[in-house]
């Protein structure tokens, strides 16, 4: 089993920078990782992703402001936030695809972490 577990959501003002991460437990092999989030009333959407090789994907609203990364050996993936804005304020989720048998995806979904931005 992967369980995700994420930290460093809060309550920053407009300008500010937060940075989310999520580990991810146990030893099956993890394919891509990335960060969805969801504001009330509007639907999950995906941010940003990067894929085993460390090709990284980005929604275009955040593109130049957020970074994503992961650190293998750690299991864990990063999301660097600068220059936030009160619509980036949501609950943001980790989701990784773990790969138990070589080409088999499964998708796994962290507990979300709220991010909030006051103007």
């Known amino acids: 089993q992967v369980q995700l577990v994420e930290s460093g959501g809060g309550l920053v003002q407009a300008g500010g920078s937060l940075r989310l991460s999520c580990a991810a437990s146990g030893s099956i092999s993890i394919n891509a990782m990335g960060w969805y989030r969801q504001a009330p009333g509007k639907q999950r959407e995906s941010v940003a992703s990067i894929s085993s090789g460390g090709n990284t994907n980005y929604t275009d609203s955040v593109k130049g402001r957020f970074t994503i990364s992961r650190d293998t050996a750690k299991r864990t993936v990063y999301l660097q936030m600068n220059s936030l804005k009160p619509e980036d304020t949501a609950a943001y989720y980790c989701?990784?695809?773990?790969?138990?048998?070589?080409?088999?995806?499964?998708?796994?979904w962290g507990q979300g972490t709220q991010v909030t931005v006051s103007s």
């Open positions: 989701h990784v695809l773990i790969e138990p048998v070589r080409g088999i995806l499964y998708p796994r």
